[in-house]
């Protein structure tokens, strides 16, 4: 079995992760296994093991700004085709519109080269082997580029949703408290994440995964001091993503920001709800359960905070209802 390449940079690691069933519909269409270059920073080596579907992951070497770093980045494109030519790929897909991500396959070994074709992208692919038809092709709205792709290259009619791994629920004992994001406009307030920690307390919920950044130790401290011996809980500020893992595959439903972990513990099968802010919802999977502003039209960096805890509360509510308890 000869494996492929993806070469997918990902725009944030779960924008990267948010894909993964359509690279599992890739593998299992074209019958083979992934390789993916992609930049460090989507962490994918770590939660990719757990997959079926991907063989390795190779980390992009990427370039600095600025016309003074030329050779450097220059000597950077090289190493990445050398690091590529090392694999005996016969076919690439570029799922990002770059025209530098392009060139690492053109000018490597691989003989088969598929790109979406975004404008400049255009010129230098064959007309079977791009999603976009012209220069002037209008791009494919909702981020669904992934998905129409991959229908494209295995002809395929629809894509269904499928986790990359999913725990035996009966060694599942945790629920998932995600306050990590990328910034303050995705943060909902760690006040209304102690009151929602309350709430499921008094449902008789003892087991909490924080997953939390290197920025909010500060955060867990309130935590436990609201809580102290009153619940186990696990805190992850000081954890790479491959220790927090074994404990996030154990959680029944997660609830939090609308970031990486959100996507993360989707693909790992666990119903996840998100609430959001400055971006739009994402609909990939059912096991995303949506906490939205009321105005998605005027949409803003500070609009997670238009959200109330009345409001999530009564969501969750619904949601621990629908589940049985």
Request: proline share 2%.
């Amino acid at each position: 079995m000869n494996n492929i390449l993806v070469i997918d940079p990902g725009k944030g690691w779960g924008h990267f992760v948010s894909k993964m069933y359509c690279y599992q519909k890739l593998a299992e269409e074209l019958n083979t296994k992934i390789v993916f270059l992609t930049k460090k920073s989507t962490q994918a080596e770590h939660y990719l093991k757990l997959s079926s579907f991907c063989e390795q992951v190779i980390y992009l070497e990427e370039p600095k700004k600025g016309i003074k770093n030329f050779f450097y980045n220059l000597r950077i494109f090289v190493k990445n085709i050398n690091n590529i030519n090392k694999f005996s790929f016969k076919s690439c897909y570029v799922f990002h519109p770059s025209l530098r991500y392009l060139f690492f396959s053109k000018f490597s070994n691989i003989t088969e080269t598929w790109g979406l074709g975004l404008k400049f992208q255009n010129f230098f692919l064959k007309r079977d082997r791009k999603l976009y038809k012209s220069f002037f092709s209008k791009t494919i709205a909702n981020d669904n580029e992934a998905y129409e792709f991959v229908k494209k290259i295995t002809s395929s009619q629809k894509i269904e949703y499928k986790p990359i791994f999913s725990n035996d629920y009966a060694l599942r004992d945790t629920i998932g408290i995600i306050i990590a994001a990328s910034g303050n406009e995705k943060r909902w307030s760690i006040e209304k994440y102690i009151e929602v920690i309350r709430f499921l307390k008094n449902k008789n919920y003892k087991k909490f995964l924080i997953v939390s950044g290197i920025d909010q130790f500060s955060d867990e401290n309130l935590i436990q001091k609201e809580f102290e011996n009153e619940l186990d809980l696990i805190f992850s500020s000081n954890k790479k993503i491959k220790d927090v893992l074994p404990f996030l595959i154990n959680c029944k439903f997660c609830i939090g920001n609308d970031t990486g972990f959100a996507h993360l513990s989707v693909n790992l099968d666990i119903e996840t709800l998100v609430i959001h802010g400055d971006c739009p919802p994402q609909y990939y999977s059912k096991l995303i359960h949506h906490i939205d502003i009321d105005n998605p039209d005027t949409r803003s960096a500070s609009s997670i905070n238009q959200i109330q805890i009345e409001k999530v509360i009564k969501i969750l509510s619904n949601f621990l209802k629908r589940r049985g308890g």
